[in-house]
């Protein structure tokens, strides 16, 4: 039998912050409830009602991505060449 090891949960945190209990802390895992994995995007918050969380199904992803990086792409936003 051979065990492999897969990272199913990475969180995204800002330099100085804890990864587990920051405020503004992302945590990017992968989730399946039987109809094929799904990204889930969950962050703390302040806030005393518990995580917030978006689910994107896969063949979501590369568009979500893009249309992201296409804002950010504009004058004034984000990262300009």
Known sequence: ???FATTTEVTVHREGE???FGESAV???IDDEGG???IVLEQMGS???GARRVMI???ELDLIVKAAR???????L????
């Open 1 to 3: 039998m051979k065990f």
């Open 18 to 20: 804890s990864p587990v």
């Open 27 to 29: 945590k990017v895992r």
């Open 36 to 38: 094929g994995a799904f």
């Open 47 to 49: 806030d005393a009602t």
């Open 57 to 59: 199904d896969a063949e």
């Open 70 to 76: 296409k804002m950010l792409a504009q004058p004034g």
């Open 78 to 81: 984000g990262d300009e060449p």
